[in-house]
């Protein structure tokens, strides 16, 4: 059974740093790209950031490069994001995505973490 657990979300104050973790089991994690996504409600969810498989490439949504960070450790199974200069508008549910590097039918989701930014 694939699972994908998310954590480190919270409450934090703008401008604020934090941490999220996803562990990762049931697949094998260096043949999969992984990415981390956010929802808010009423809205679609949106591509925050992602990193590839093995050779490590990375991407960014416009609106987070500069102040988001996507890594992976490959013997640790787990994918982080780190998070600083946060603002309100980065409030939302964070989700981890698991998509394998050469079938993309094999796409696996989180439950989603919660942030929240607030002053």
């Known amino acids: 059974q694939v699972q994908l657990v998310e954590s480190g979300g919270g409450l934090v104050q703008p401008g604020g740093s934090l941490r999220l973790s996803c562990a990762a089991s049931?697949?094998?994690?260096?043949?999969?790209?992984m990415n981390w996504y956010r929802q808010v409600p009423g809205k679609e969810r949106e591509l925050v950031a992602g990193i590839a498989s093995v050779a490590r490439s990375t991407n960014y949504a416009d609106s987070v490069r500069g102040r988001f960070t996507i890594s992976r450790d490959n013997t640790k199974n787990t994918v982080y994001l780190q998070m600083d200069s946060l603002k309100l508008e980065d409030t939302a549910v964070y989700y981890c995505?698991?998509?394998?590097?050469?079938?993309?039918?094999?796409?696996?989701w989180g439950p989603g973490t919660q942030v929240t930014v607030s002053s």
């Open positions: 049931g697949l094998a994690f260096s043949s999969y790209a």
């Open positions: 995505n698991a998509v394998h590097r050469w079938r993309s039918d094999l796409l696996y």
